[in-house]
Every structure is written in structure tokens, then in C-alpha cells.
């Protein structure tokens, strides 16, 4: 069901990474670092965010989508619900 | 220097819950699960980490940018660098 | 090579739509109206256009990387393709 | 009331240039371009219309929001209408 086995631990340490900027912010936030550090750092972590979920989109479009476009299994589904997470990707 | 001081134990209380989510996403890719719930789920942080991010630009607009636009002290430097992180903040 | 055709005269008739949007920006501008109403202006505009991308992106989807799929054509090349635009999407 | 009055011509001819992006792309869709070169040309303007909001931005900042503040005039007002204004821009 998932499609990103093949990255899965490469994945894992990405988060853990992630894991620790934002222990990083909750630091800064409670040392009262200067906000547009914070608000850099937030940006950061965004970015990294947004970097593992485009391993994952592609993952999921080479697996699963491409799957059931093969096998013409729900496809119009599949397809219609990769287009709603990218539209929401594309509003936060 | 920070201007969120009077916010800081909610800025930490929501840092703290997402890290919680992180690990939550970290777990989620460790049990391979469907990868449009992964995505759903960082998007979900995204939106987390944007909130925290739009109460300290608040709070730096209230405090910081307020004080040395009142103090006219470095007012155009504190314009344009809070310029260049919403900027980058809009892209990310 | 398009896979929008079917949606063509939606699309058209939308983008008439956005063009007018453009223009009335300008006249916004001209006659200096305020700067909050000219960015939300440029906000709805930006929301037009994202529309008209989602539904290009989808109909590229169900055809064009659809049919590469099926044919096994290029699949890799598409679907790589699809991933870039969509990152610069997020990314704007 | 608005505060881009020195960078008006700069806009206009701006928002003329990104008129014209607007109108090549309903050119593009009439021409049943590449589904992919529209989206790209999206992008574009997109990227465009960011640069103008940004403007903007940064002289609504230094010119309305800098009085209000100087004058302590609906300072909270006006902050809380940049920020909404900024929250939007960023979710779209």
C-alpha cells in the first residue's frame, strides 16, 4: 500500500533530522532567540517538510498511481485523490 | 530582542505537539502506511508550523518592527529584513 | 500533446476572466487605491490561476502521464516531469 | 492612503507586462500547447504577480503601517489587517 519501501529508511532519518529542528525551535522559543531567527528556522523546517513530501509524491505517482493505472483499477479515484494532496500541498 | 515573550508558553506548548507529529510522521513511514495519509499528515504540519510562525511575525510586527519604528532606529532595516522573511515564507 | 482539450473552453473563458483581473489591478494601481484592497486583489488573482493550474494538472494527469503509463512510454521521463512542475507549483 | 505612489509607473508597467502573460497563455490553451509549458507559464506568472504583491507589501509597510505606528493611530488595526493580509498571501 505504500510506495516508498525503497526510500523508507532514507526517509526516517530525514524526520528524525526534522524531529530535532523543531526541538531546536521549542529551544530558541524558550531562550527568546531574536523572532526573525525563529521565523527562519520555521521556514527551514518547512523547506525540509516540503522535501520528503515530495519523495513521498513521487514515490506514491511511480508506485501506487502508475499501479493502478496498469492494472486499470480505480485509477480515476487514485488519480483524483494524488490531485486533491497536491492542491492542498499547494495552499500551506 | 524577542517580542513574544507573553506568547512563549503556547509558541512551546504548540512546538511541543508538533514534534509530537513529526514523530507521529516517523512512525507512520516506519509502519509503511498509504502514502496520501503520509502526505495528509505533513501537510498537517505544514499548516501547524505556519501558525506558529504567523503568531511570532505578529509578535515581531507588534514588538520589534512597532519599537524601531517608534524609536526611528534602524526602522528601514527592520522593514525590509521582515520583508525578505515573509517573502521566503510566502515560497516555502 | 494536450490533454486538456475537452476543458479548453473553460479554461479560456477563465483565463478572459483572469485577464480582466490583471486589468482591473491596474486600474487599482492607477488610481492609487488602497495597498491591503491591491494585495487581496492580487490574492484572488493568484487563487484564479491556481485553479486553472489544478485543472491543467489534472488533465495532464488523467491524459497525458495516463496514457505514457499505459503505453509504458517514457514513464520515468513524465512522471519526473509531472514531479518538477508540481514542486514549482508549491514552491510559488 | 495608498503608499506605492513612487513605484506606481514601475507597477503599472508590471502589471501591462503580466496582462500580457495572462493573454499568452489563453493563447497557449487556444493553441493546445503542452500541458506542462501552460503550467510552467502558470508558474510564471504566478512568480510575477508575487514580485508586484511584494512591492506592495514593502511600501504598504514603510508608508501606511509605519504612520499609523508613528502617529499611534489604529496601530493594532493595522497590524492585525497586514497580518491577515500576509496569512492569505502565504495560503495561496
Redesign the interface.
Known sequence: ?????DK?EN??TR??R??GQ??G??KM??E?????D???Q??A???A??K???E?????????V?NA??EEEK??EI?????D????????
Not at 488519480?79 to 490531485?83: F, K, W, Y
Open positions: 500500500m505504500s510506495s516508498y519501501q523508507k526517509l526516517k524526520l528524525k526534522i524531529e523543531v526541538r525551535l521549542h522559543v524558550d527568546e532567540k531574536y523572532c526573525v525563529v521565523l527562519t520555521i521556514n523546517v518547512k523547506g517538510l516540503n520528503v513530501g515530495m513521498v509524491l513521487e514515490s506514491h505517482t511511480k508506485g501506487c502508475t493505472i496498469k485509477e480515476d488519480i483524483n485523490e494524488l490531485m494532496v497536491v492542491f492542498k500541498f499547494t495552499n500551506k
